[in-house]
């Protein structure tokens, strides 16, 4: 709390006319006036005052210039206070000014920043004497003046003022230490608290409220303590004040310390409403969000306590990171009885970030429909809500929609705006809403990196590469280098992400915890466990290997390139493992064959309280199908519901693969059956005949491809499931038929992507296309891989599709 709370009437007015120069009837006429004027005051009738002060003969006394100025200060205010101030200055014959003018006039100055003019009322000081003011209050307001209007100065004016002073009060004190807070140096301030102390000055409840913030900042608890401490020893007076409670409470939330927050409302002895809602937030911010909803329902059924709408905003955080839409509908109709109609625009936004957390974006839209008065934050939260729950052409319209009613824009709807074109992934619409950006003159800081992120993700990562070249390299920050590394890596330009990542390391550029997520993937595509390994050094001596995103990267990494044993090293040493992390290593276990170990994996996932998602279960499903574990695979798909998650399409393939590569083919067929129309997706009925080719269900297979065939698919994936249905007449020996297919692809321009892969050699790296014959040691590597065949049919792998390798005709499909 600042100092300047501490200035009233009472330390500004004085008591009794100064001027000797009145004469009896002119003092009582004075005293009469200065009583009705404070009298309109202290009421709050401004206008009513100053109609009386205008009916005044001029000259009027100073005294009751000061009454209404002093009026106007302490009715927030200050930009009358001035004018009035400036007005005393001007006219002709006007009564001089005296250090009640000065203080009040320096106190306007604090409350509305004006700066320059309070520079210039010292100034006017200055001239009566320079000599520092011998007057404390005086003295006080200049110091005020100073700390407000220029709260971060980088010349130290506000210490200068403090030392030049004469004689310094506790209200002096508690001023520097404000200040000191604000400016960002609370080692400053606990040093002038400590001061302070030692000159015997005693401290005020404003002083702990003020010095509170240091130990905060310095996340020093034991200093906070001691503070704390120092509080309880001045007694209950000190203790049970409303600002020190809020204060105390936030303070020990800040530093996590929420046992002794609690503490600390509990003893208190009274509480209003900001105390509770000082315990509420610090639980919120300590994720106690079911702690902080159950508070609140107690402030309810108090009812010695109104709930604010602060109170019922930080509840609605709660709710919403719970996610517990019928809690928060039930808030919902409670504020609905409360304000019937007038409900404030502040949780009208809060309820619309609520229902969009919790999924409902319906019915946060329905409630934004529903406002008369919306501000930039209201169409923010609607356009955010839309694009957090994948509605992104929706979040588009809206943005126009906004424009069109009016509202300027800022840079929270640039970011949602460019976020929605990105994730689109639609090339012609991220032009346009960069046309659009760019023909309303509408800019704001760090709309490079968004750009360059929405060109490369709707894959015109040569433009995004443009907009990266065209920014000045001093101008290159961390986010725009991510933004060109993640956009290489998410077009599968994986060199390209690389030599970026060089380049950014060149510029003298440090990486952070975000480049090497998005790097990572580079060397996972590429093969290139060196690469990663030295990245991985760099993470380990920058201390970012402890952050949950570049560890379950390096997971990822090591797992793709084939050093499983690396990778469960890096999983088991994470301090802090997510649900990604786990499902990272599932999906690694699973590729490596090692089908047990990811079951125990899961069952070690949900026993530490780490709730799996919809793609933990596909890693997990996986990793059976992999291990030939069918029943175990069947069971875990069976026990998604108890964990709330529906199944789709991708985990039904999973299933249909799981069955398929154990000979369960016709177990597979039925279950695609049961899904009915869910069930008409491409992969499932691609999976299911490539298990016919593989276990040779010929017939089976025909009728599978036939039904394929008729789903609405695009160009490559209709040439991968052709070369696949070739390849089950192939092994059937229908040699014509596979001609026929061939032969059909070809004339509707169809072409499989041929596949590719990358083995490491020493220092070097092979990459291998299918079909592909230009490797010098070509003869050499291809008489290996006969013999390997050989040895694994020899070995009992009769089932090994390897009969296309040699398929005559396939080399002009693919």
């Known amino acids: 709390m600042s100092s300047s709370l501490q200035l009233s009437s009472s330390t500004l007015l004085p008591l009794r006319p100064q001027s000797s120069d009145l004469h009896e009837p002119d003092l009582r006429a004075t005293t009469s006036l200065r009583s009705r004027l404070s009298k309109l005051c202290r009421e709050g009738r401004l206008d009513a005052a100053r109609r009386v002060f205008d009916a005044i003969p001029r000259p009027a006394p100073t005294l009751l210039w000061n009454t209404l100025l002093i009026g106007y200060v302490c009715n927030s205010m200050p930009l009358h206070a001035l004018r009035l101030y400036s007005l005393m200055n001007h006219i002709p014959y006007s009564s001089p000014s005296d250090h009640y003018t000065y203080s009040s006039a320096l106190k306007a100055c604090a409350d509305a920043h004006q700066l320059h003019l309070g520079k210039s009322i010292h100034c006017q000081i200055l001239r009566r004497s320079p000599a520092p003011p011998k007057n404390r209050v005086l003295n006080n307001s200049l110091l005020n003046m100073y700390a407000s209007a220029m709260p971060r100065s980088p010349v130290d004016i506000v210490r200068t003022v403090f030392d030049r002073m004469p004689k310094r009060n506790v209200i002096s004190w508690n001023t520097l230490i404000a200040w000191s807070i604000r400016s960002g140096r609370p080692a400053d301030a606990l040093e002038q608290f400590r001061s302070m102390m030692s000159m015997g000055i005693v401290p005020t409840v404003v002083s702990f409220v003020n010095v509170f ?141 609520m229902y969009s957390r919790c999924g409902c974006v319906h019915l946060a839209f329905e409630l934004f429909h529903q406002m008369l008065e919306r501000d930039v934050v209201s169409w923010n939260t609607m356009i955010s809500a839309f694009v957090q729950n994948g509605l992104d052409f929706e979040g588009l319209l809206l943005v126009y929609e906004m424009q069109k009613e009016g509202c300027s824009v800022d840079s929270v709807t640039i970011t949602a705006l460019l976020s929605a074109a990105s994730n689109l992934g639609n090339s012609r619409i991220g032009r346009e809403t960069h046309a659009y950006l760019t023909r309303h003159g509408i800019h704001c800081a760090g709309m490079e990196s968004y750009l360059i992120d929405m060109y490369a993700k709707s894959g015109s990562v040569e433009i995004a590469r443009r907009l990266f070249d065209g920014c000045q390299l001093d101008e290159r920050d961390q986010v725009i280098w991510n933004a060109m590394i993640t956009g290489y890596a998410h077009s599968e330009q994986k060199e390209e992400a690389m030599l970026v990542f060089r380049m950014m390391l060149g510029e003298d550029q440090t990486p952070n915890s975000v480049t090497l997520s998005s790097v990572l993937p580079a060397c996972s595509l590429l093969g290139d466990i060196q690469a990663g390994r030295q990245i991985h050094g760099f993470a380990v001596r920058r201390y970012l290997d402890t952050n949950v995103f570049v560890g379950s990267a390096l997971v990822d990494m090591y797992s793709k390139c084939g050093a499983i044993n690396f990778a469960e090293r890096v999983f088991h040493n994470m301090a802090e493992k997510n649900t990604v992390t786990y499902t990272t290593m599932l999906l690694g276990l699973g590729q490596h064959g090692l089908g047990k170990r990811a079951l125990d994996l899961f069952q070690s996932m949900k026993d530490s309280g780490v709730k799996p998602d919809g793609i933990t279960f596909v890693a997990v499903i996986s990793a059976c199908s992999y291990s030939g574990l069918v029943d175990e695979g069947l069971l875990i798909f069976e026990s998604m519901e108890e964990f709330g998650i529906e199944a789709t399409a991708e985990h039904s393939c999973c299933v249909v693969d799981l069955l398929g590569r154990a000979g369960r083919v016709e177990q597979a067929y039925e279950f695609v059956q049961s899904l009915g129309d869910s069930g008409d997706v491409v992969g499932i009925w691609g999976s299911l005949l490539a298990a016919c080719k593989v276990h040779g269900k010929f017939e089976l297979g025909k009728l599978v491809a036939e039904r394929l065939f008729q789903i609405k698919q695009n160009s490559d994936v209709v040439a991968g499931y052709h070369v696949l249905l070739s390849n089950v007449y192939a092994a059937e020996g229908k040699w014509q038929t596979v001609n026929k297919v061939r032969k059909e692809m070809r004339d509707r321009g169809l072409r499989k992507e041929p596949g590719s892969s990358w083995i490491e050699v020493g220092d070097s790296s092979h990459r291998f296309m299918s079909r592909d014959q230009r ?9 290996l ?30």
């Not at 490797?775 to 008489?783: A, F, L, R, V």
């Open 213 to 353: 913030p240091a130990a905060a900042v310095l996340a020093d608890k034991n200093c906070f303590n001691a503070l704390y401490g120092l509080l309880v020893k001045y007694g209950s007076e000190y203790v049970n004040d409303l600002f020190v409670v809020s204060s105390a409470i936030l303070m020990f939330s800040e530093l996590s310390d929420i046992l002794s927050a609690r503490r600390v409302f509990d003893s208190s002895v009274r509480k209003n409403v900001e105390v509770w809602n000082s315990m509420i937030g610090a639980y919120v911010q300590n994720d106690r969000f079911e702690d902080a909803v159950e508070l609140f329902t107690q402030v309810l059924e108090l009812g010695t306590i109104e709930a604010d709408a602060v109170s019922c905003v930080t509840t609605l955080m709660a709710i919403s990171q719970l996610q517990n839409v019928i809690m928060g509908q039930q808030l919902h109709a409670h504020l609905i009885k409360k304000y019937s109609s007038k409900l404030p625009l502040i949780l009208y936004n809060a309820l619309i970030v």
């Open 775 to 783: 490797h010098p040691e070509n003869e050499q590597i291809s008489s």
């Open 785 to 814: 891989l006969q013999g390997l065949i050989s040895e694994m049919k020899l070995s009992g792998y009769d089932n090994m599709p390897v009969d296309d390798l040699c398929l005559p005709g396939l080399i002009d499909a693919e």
